[in-house]
């Protein structure tokens, strides 16, 4: 490797701001942050095979924890917002969740569910799925059940998108996955009512520049440092 006088001087003579666009070009932040949630008083889960609803007027509320930052102000504890009802097998769902902080719409839009878990025979094997298709997995803790479905998406606000990923977890109480399982496989609609609650991380989208971006910002800093040697000779 050679060293040459010319890129020493260059480098040492950029401002700092030049050397910084050279090697990261600056983020604009998008949402960021913990949505912790809960279904607000008077809702809950009714689950099927295929299909979660949400309740009566599919009402969702942020729980402790929460903190999700974005252009629109900062999300918090105690905010209400609205959840679609699903059909597992229907993706992306838009408007899977959203919030009104600061008076704009935060969109979670949801692309993933599951996977849930490739063993079938509940009454053997913990844990579970209830069939093989389904993105819910059933784990027996002591005399109660808890189904976890594993979730991803995407959400944006006026400076761009993140993702976020997470999981939705239902109790219940005074059963087994089995029994679960055999309510899940009897057709005819047969649905599970509960609580629920959920938590998300959402974290900023990676984001691969454009070429003719770094270009650019490699041209203007070369320029910058140039005009520095200069000043420095006069």
Do not use: H
Not at 134 to 145: A, C, D, E, R, Y
Not at 181 to 187: D, L
């Amino acid at each position: 490797m050679t060293n040459n006088p010319l890129s020493k001087k260059l480098f040492s003579t950029l401002p700092l701001a030049a050397v910084v666009a050279i090697f990261s070009l600056s983020a604009v932040a998008a949402p960021v942050g913990t949505l912790v949630v809960s279904p607000c008083a008077g809702n809950g889960a009714t689950i099927t095979a295929t299909t979660i609803d949400f309740g009566p007027t599919q009402c969702i509320e942020t729980s402790a924890g929460t903190s999700v930052t974005s252009s629109f102000g900062t999300l918090l504890p105690g905010v209400s917002g609205l959840v679609t009802d699903l059909n597992l097998g229907v993706l992306p769902v838009n408007l899977f969740m959203s919030f009104n902080p600061g008076g704009g719409v935060l969109n979670f839009i949801l692309t993933q569910v599951g996977p849930g878990q490739g063993a079938t025979n509940c009454a053997l094997v913990n844990p579970c799925s209830a069939t093989p298709t389904s993105p819910i997995t059933l784990v027996q803790v002591g005399s109660n059940v808890t189904g976890i479905l594993p979730v991803k998406g995407t959400v944006t606000d006026a400076n761009g998108t993140s993702n976020w990923s997470g999981q939705f977890s239902a109790d219940f109480t005074n059963t087994t996955t089995a029994a679960i399982q055999a309510v899940f496989t009897a057709g005819g609609g047969a649905s599970i009512t509960t609580g629920y609650s959920g938590r998300l991380d959402v974290v900023i989208a990676p984001t691969v520049p454009e070429p003719g971006s770094l270009a650019t910002f490699g041209i203007g800093a070369v320029l910058i440092g140039l005009g520095a040697i200069r000043r420095r000779k006069a």
